[in-house]
């Protein structure tokens, strides 16, 4: 089942949606709309239609969002990235534009999607970008695929499995099952500390409920061990941007003591979403972040 751009409603003009979602986003975070980025389709090698957003000419840049999110909450880096990079938003399985999937709703399937994603837009190498859940499946990306095509990789605001353990709400699935239209809307709204038009959370709210049910909870019950992931990221050899707010604070400070090299960047005053909430502090640091890497005509070949 191929769904529509529900993160923005239905209708015939997907480009002119796009542009008022994005001068919408970036206008919120301080940013200048830089136009509409290409919207591109690929098939999976288990038959799911996926979708990314995609603008820009350089080395690439793929951002990987959150559980349900749609791959349009990058429009703040998509804007400012543009200019220099060729930036990539995916929208992962049963999200945003992507085909609603009987299954693969899980780390390992995922990781797969972005190794084939990175096939099908021809990337030799690129820097990889996740946040949330899309922390875990760059690690499952790294553990099935290796480093060979990354140049740098960078996780935003969720568990490496590093101690202690973050705290957990015991009541979300019991509550998501109960009442699905009200838990996903007040999870949307908490993902932000600075307040965000009404417009876009309502939008967000949408792309969320757009992800069947079972899927959703699905995303939230992946098997692998919390040392599954603390092993994997400390042996990544790329390097490695840990971008948190300070609920992930002790574990970014425990990496760092494996990690000496690793950028760790805590962001005081930051919703989850904080590379929306604190846009122009995020962007400034993933610049600084990719060209200490190399400069920005030896991080890949693609011109």
Not at 62 to 78: D, N, S, Y
Not at 177 to 195: G, L, S
Not at 205 to 216: D, G, N, Q, R
Request: proline share 7%; charged share 20%; glycine share 6%.
């Amino acid at each position: 089942m191929q769904i529509s751009l529900s993160l923005v409603g239905a209708g015939t003009r997907p480009v002119a949606r796009w542009l008022a979602l994005l001068a919408g986003a970036v206008l919120l975070a301080g940013q200048p709309a830089s136009g509409a980025p290409t919207s591109g389709f690929f098939r999976t090698s288990d038959g799911v239609r996926l979708h990314y957003l995609m603008e820009g000419q350089g080395p690439t840049v793929v951002f990987v969002p959150g559980w349900t999110m749609p791959a349009e909450i990058w429009a703040p880096q998509i804007a400012h990235f543009a200019g220099r990079y060729r930036v990539v938003a995916l929208d992962p399985r049963s999200q945003g534009r992507s085909e609603i999937a009987k299954s693969g709703h899980e780390a390992a399937r995922r990781a797969r999607d972005i190794h084939e994603l990175l096939d099908a837009i021809q990337a030799e190498r690129a820097v990889l970008v996740g946040w949330s859940l899309g922390v875990l499946e760059a690690l499952a990306y790294v553990d099935q695929f290796g480093s060979d095509r990354l140049n740098a990789l960078v996780l935003v605001d969720n568990s490496i499995g590093e101690e202690p353990p973050p705290a957990s709400d015991p009541t979300f699935l019991t509550r998501l099952r109960k009442d699905r239209p009200a838990t996903v809307e007040r999870f949307v709204r908490n993902m932000y500390k600075t307040p965000q038009a009404e417009a876009y959370y309502q939008r967000l709210t949408a792309a969320a409920l757009a992800t069947p049910l079972e899927a959703s909870i699905a995303l939230l019950s992946y098997r692998q061990s919390r040392e599954f992931w603390r092993q994997t990221v400390r042996r990544v050899p790329v390097p490695i941007l840990y971008a948190v707010t300070p609920r992930f604070q002790e574990q970014a400070q425990n990496f760092k003591k494996h990690k000496p090299d690793a950028w760790i960047e805590v962001f005081e005053g930051a919703g989850h979403a904080l590379f929306v909430d604190q846009a122009a502090r995020f962007n400034v640091l993933l610049d600084d972040f990719i060209a200490s890497q190399a400069p920005p005509a030896a991080v890949s070949a693609e011109q």
